[in-house]
């Protein structure tokens, strides 16, 4: 059902390590081309087109594209009260989170009279995606709603495919999360036409945005690419992955659930194990055997973990090992090792990070107060995680008075010459003119 890759005894580069291990292909190019006419007819288009686009894409024309207010409040007025309890419970935790990544203002006096003071000022507008298809993710509600509102973003609005099954509306535990969270506008749009609404707007019925966040398919990583610069993104999310790190101690029943729970997302789904002990490893692949033909989503579960995407993974020492998770760089890395704390300490490049036997993945995934939107694809050698930082831009405010000026004056005027840009020398003489 899964590989074996077998790195013992080799050195490999970080290049040489993600040739092994591969990502599932994705053709964002093809599917940009695939997307362009619909962001067209979105952009010179009208409400009317995004329900012709719900009819062609979701199989349903919705009466309305902005969900109404009576939806919304219905729709958390029979919220099952065990799902509302679970979301409180985890909004909350969320919240305290996401409130001590606010950044403070500060001033930096870089000499008398003369200050720099930055600011962290929030975005005006956003749009935030929440995919439909295999599953529902009200989950995926709070985690960008969350850092958005706590960045004070004053304008916030939420995008979900219609459901044929929900009378063109998205699926009600999306709306009721939305509702719960204090969200009033909300489109039944999906894919690249919901991105496209964003960064484009439709007068009379939707504003401009200027940033897009949130998970999707190909289709909105496509749209995504195609529209940075007429908003800005998060990320382009692709298909979910899970790394797990562990040596002789793990429990390959533990191993084997959080493989899988990842792989349920998507048949290119990743799901990699490296480890130093063979007899794990072997342990792991028939607890698969077992646990995949027992869970609902077998089919995509035992696809995915038949790709190339995913392997087991044969190092010869946790060292080796953090060097192979470390290059690959997972959305979701777990460390299940006896020194578990320490290992984890080495990692530089990972999405999320998970320590020990009682920090799976799906922990993170709802309640555990971090964000699960994260970069994949390797992303995470570069990119972080949705956090309130997305949601604000750092200002530089400066301040400088007659004497700091006059001290800094040649300095300035020396530069802009060396540079040939003497208009911008002139720009400080002329203010000596009239001292």
Sequence with gaps: ??????????????????????????????????????????????????????????????????????????????????????????????????????????????????????????????????????????????????????????????????????????????????????????????????????AYGIDGFCEKCDLVTGPGNIYVAAAKRALRGVIGIDSEAGPTEIAILADETALASDV???LISQAEHDPIAAAVLVTTSPELANSVAAELKVRVAATKHSDRIATALSGIQSAIVLVDSVSQGLDVVNAYAAEHLEIQTKNATSDAAQIRNAGAVFIGRFAPVSLGDYSAGSNHVLPTGGCACHSSGLSVQTFLRGLHFISYDQAAFIDIAPTVITLANSEDLPAHGEAITARFEKL
Excluded at 145 to 160: E, K, L, R, T, Y
Aim: glycine share 6%.
């Design 1 to 198: 059902m899964i590989r074996t890759l077998d790195l013992r005894g080799r050195t490999l580069s970080k290049a040489e390590i993600n040739r092994e291990i591969p990502r599932a292909r994705l053709d964002v190019e093809t599917a940009m081309a695939a997307i362009a006419p619909i962001l067209h007819r979105v952009k010179n288009g009208s409400e009317e087109t995004l329900r012709e686009l719900a009819q062609e894409f979701d199989g349903v024309r919705p009466n309305e594209i902005r969900v109404p207010q009576a939806a919304l409040t219905k729709a958390l007025a029979e919220l099952d009260p065990d799902i509302r309890a679970a979301l409180e419970l985890s909004i909350s935790r969320v919240r305290k989170v996401h409130q001590d990544q606010v950044r403070a203002e500060k001033t930096v006096q870089v000499v008398a009279g003369g200050t720099v003071t930055e600011k962290w000022i929030p975005v005006d507008r956003v749009g935030l995606y929440v995919p439909g298809g295999r599953a529902v993710y009200p989950s995926s509600v709070m985690m960008n709603v969350v850092p958005a509102q706590i960045a004070n973003v004053a304008s916030i609005a939420v995008a979900s495919p219609p459901q044929s099954e929900f009378d063109g509306l998205p699926h009600p535990t999306i709306l009721a999360t939305c509702t719960l969270l204090g969200i009033t506008e909300v489109y039944a749009v999906g894919g690249a036409q919901a991105v496209a609404l964003f």
């Design 256 to 258: 084997a659930a959080d």
